[in-house]
């Protein structure tokens, strides 16, 4: 009987990572504009995915709750877009990203998993801004841009960095700051060949020199990023290689 129950666990542990991959790719798929129908099956995925979970893997548990907060941040997005930004529809998407994120977040920190818990203060973070809370959302992409320094994920790192600028920017909070985190996802996302990314940093550095005098009599920053600590310095005692990345 034992043997029984170990076989069923070990096949219900497969069956959710194989439910969490074909949801991650569903959430890689929706690209930056969030295809909708993506977006609702990768959800429906990571539901089967957290069902099929055998009790005990925490962590797993974790990165799934992750996932869900970024798949209702991106349908929060799209409903910005075709409804507009002040919407029952976005608001409860965001409550509910913000509300997934915070989960992962307690996970995470119960496992002292320093990266998850970064990414996962990243989009409580962003789901706070997007509600209009500006004061509540500062110090957590703060922590997570912290954070993440140390991680060794340069790409993160900048998605914070921008995020962490662009809301400094919006509420007028030492804009020299801003502008240097910008400035480096700038850098970053060129060296890592994103473009998509870097052309958004670019766009944001333009707008804040034509709205703000400071910005537009600044000279650009010769700060330099120190070097990251190491992937497993931000998860030491954690035996998992983490999720698969989500752009």
Not at 121 to 134: D, I, N
């Amino acid at each position: 009987a034992r043997e029984v129950a170990v076989r069923s666990a070990n096949r219900g542990y497969l069956e959710s990572r194989v439910a969490e991959a074909r949801a991650v790719v569903r959430l890689n798929q929706a690209g930056p504009d969030g295809d909708v129908e993506e977006l609702h099956y990768a959800l429906r995925d990571l539901s089967e995915a957290t069902q099929l979970l055998p009790s005990g893997y925490v962590l797993w548990e974790a990165w799934y709750a992750y996932h869900r907060a970024r798949a209702c941040a991106a349908l929060a997005g799209h409903a910005a877009r075709t409804s507009g930004p002040d919407t029952v529809e976005r608001r409860n998407l965001l409550l509910e990203a913000r509300q997934w994120a915070q989960s992962a977040l307690d996970m995470f920190a119960a496992s002292s998993h320093k990266f998850g818990v970064a990414r996962s203060r990243f989009e409580v973070g962003l789901a706070y801004a997007g509600e209009g809370e500006p004061n509540l959302a500062l110090p957590m992409l703060e922590e997570a841009r912290e954070t993440l320094f140390f991680c060794g994920d340069r790409w993160v790192e900048a998605k914070a960095a921008m995020a962490l600028g662009e809301l400094r920017l919006s509420i007028g909070a030492d804009v020299d700051t801003a502008m240097t985190e910008i400035e480096f996802a700038r850098d970053t996302f060129r060296a890592l060949g994103d473009g998509r990314n870097r052309d958004r940093a670019v766009a944001l550095l333009k707008a804040a020199r034509r709205r703000s005098p400071a910005a537009a009599g600044r000279r650009r920053s010769g700060w330099r990023r120190r070097s990251a600590g190491s992937w497993s310095s931000c998860t030491a005692g954690i035996s998992t290689s983490g999720p698969p990345r989500i752009r």
